[in-house]
């Protein structure tokens, strides 16, 4: 595909999905953006615009180049319009289920040559290269959020994953402008292994009264020298994923040291989500 074009398809048109697509189609692809429902389409396709609007108010974008990107994105509700595409990377719901019940059906709808990425965070790609049939042509691209400003991308092998499509991925990443980084198919693979943990504990810090989160966020961004405390990160991402990553580790590593403290379970049940619900260890107003 280096040096090529080809059509690229985005299942799930949520933040992560939104951010993909706009990054390939900044760098010159058209690409397919699919949901399963038009509204979760539109509000992607809102999130592409207000991020463009963005650049070109700082003035790192022109406002023809904005429109141009625009117009590289279709979006559709049916899967059978990622036919003909080389490449589709899946950004979904981080349930293991949902993902190979996806990738079961782009297995039966793609051309045999095409390959199959998963944005997952924390889920073997072992499983759901298993479940499309083509393990060979399956690999994982673990974007950072947000998508078009962040460079690093994990590049997970599966264990049947060739060499062709490993090398192949790797340079597409560096065409979008990213950093990719090898990584082997393990539970949270290094970034979420490394970070669930600590904003675990940090929530461990609320829970038993340590401080208070804007204490706790403080403490290491002046401390540690970090961008984003762990409970303003943990609302960027969502408690809710926080939590799914935390199940994905305890149940893969076996280890009780990553066991989901008892106060974020407590809070994804009661809808308190973060950034996205407008309350979690912090409250959100409209556009903020």
């Known amino acids: 595909m280096s040096g090529s074009k080809k059509p690229i398809g985005v299942v799930g048109a949520g933040t992560m999905g939104s951010g993909i697509a706009q990054v390939f189609a900044a760098t010159g ?10 509204r979760f389409l539109d509000r992607g396709l809102e999130r592409v ?11 790192t974008l022109a406002p023809d180049s904005r429109d141009a990107i625009r117009d ?4 559709s509700t049916d899967r059978n319009a990622l036919a003909e595409h080389h490449l589709v990377v899946e950004a ?3 349930k293991l289920e949902a993902k190979r019940d996806l990738f079961q059906e782009l297995g039966r709808i793609l051309p045999e040559e095409a390959l199959l990425a998963s944005n997952t965070s924390s889920i073997s790609i072992t499983e759901l290269a298993t479940a499309s049939g083509r393990p060979d042509c399956f690999i994982g691209m673990h974007f950072m959020n947000p998508v078009p400003l962040m460079n690093l991308v994990e590049v997970i092998r599966g264990q049947d994953t060739s060499e062709t499509t490993f090398q ?10 990213k950093t990719p980084v090898a990584v082997n198919d393990y539970p949270g693979f290094v970034s ?3 970070l669930l943990p600590m904003i675990n504990e940090a929530i461990f810090s609320v829970m038993e009264g340590v401080a208070e989160p804007e204490a706790i966020d403080t403490v290491m961004k002046l401390g540690m020298n970090h961008p984003m405390g762990p409970l303003q990160l943990a609302d960027f991402i969502g408690l809710d994923v926080c939590l799914d990553i935390l199940n994905v580790l305890q149940g893969g590593l076996g280890d009780p040291k990553y066991r989901p403290c008892p106060l974020l379970k407590r809070m ?21």
């Open 268 to 288: 994804v049940a009661a809808g308190h989500l973060g950034r996205k619900s407008g309350r979690g260890f912090y409250t959100y107003g409209k556009g903020s």
């Open 92 to 94: 979904i719901v981080e």
């Open 192 to 194: 979420n292994r490394v």
């Open 49 to 59: 615009s207000s991020s463009l609007d963005r650049l070109v108010k700082k003035n």
């Open 29 to 38: 692809f058209r690409v397919t953006l699919v949901d399963v429902e038009q």
């Open 168 to 177: 192949e991925v790797m340079n597409l990443a560096r065409a979008l402008g």
């Open 72 to 75: 590289r994105i279709t979006t």
